[in-house]
């Protein structure tokens, strides 16, 4: 079955660490995309990717870090200088020239 | 004018009654508005999608309404069912000089269909 998957589903962190979200798909898209949700936000943009090895910053990329070295493959940091960590993280991709974007089933992060 | 703004925030409709969620732009490069539905703790999913080169668009009991002149579109859902309770977000994006941008989201409406 392709599709997204988002490990782990639910992620409980220490004020002051950074934490690794993973995100891998096997859809054989090339753009992949990590959002944040919080409760009536709607979904923002932290950061994108459209190619391996080539990332650009959403509108809310400040405390986050990323990278991209497979196609399959886009980990979200979440370091220690994200003021308020706590969100429901949704990963997706799609095609290049496609419109629809397929969603992961996201990552409950909760700073104790 | 990057934002898409979505209303109400919440809306509860009683079985086989019309939900309807409107949402309003200004962008006038935006050239696709899709609809995503979001069951809790899953991720949203498209459930439809519209270009501005048409007016209505139609699937089974989901239909959007598209007004190019007042930039505003919205979701209909007819005969709603408990099933459809979900949260749903509109979202548009724009087309710039050959490449796309990216989405920008609605806040959501969060539905809830009594039975």
């Given at each position: 079955d392709g599709g997204i998957t988002q490990s782990p589903k639910y992620l409980f962190r220490k004020e002051g660490q950074n934490v690794t979200l993973s995100c891998e798909q096997?859809?054989?898209?090339?753009a992949m995309y990590w959002y944040r949700q919080d409760p009536g936000q709607g979904l923002r943009l932290i950061y994108y990717s459209q190619i391996v090895n080539d990332f650009q910053k959403g509108d809310i990329a400040e405390g986050y870090s990323v990278s991209r070295e497979k196609k399959e493959s886009f980990p979200l940091t979440v370091t220690?200088?994200?003021?308020?960590?706590t969100a429901f993280y949704l990963c997706a991709s799609s095609r290049t020239g496609h419109n629809e974007q397929f969603f992961g089933p996201g990552t409950r992060l909760t700073v104790l | 004018q990057q934002q898409v703004k979505q209303s109400p925030q919440s809306l509860i409709v009683q079985k086989g009654g019309i939900s309807i969620i409107n949402c309003a732009y200004e962008?006038?490069?935006?050239?696709y508005f899709p609809w995503y539905q979001q069951f809790p703790g899953k991720g949203p999913a498209l459930l439809i999608a519209i270009r501005p080169d048409v007016s209505e668009k139609k699937e089974g009991r989901f239909t959007i309404s598209f007004n190019k002149s007042a930039k505003q579109f919205s979701l209909h859902i007819m005969d709603s069912q408990p099933g459809d309770s979900a949260t749903y977000f509109c979202a548009a994006r724009a087309f710039y000089g050959g490449s796309q941008g990216n989405l920008i989201f609605g806040k959501g409406t969060k539905l809830s269909v009594k039975p």
């Open positions: 096997n859809l054989n898209h090339d220690s200088a994200q003021k308020n960590p | 962008n006038t490069a935006f050239d």
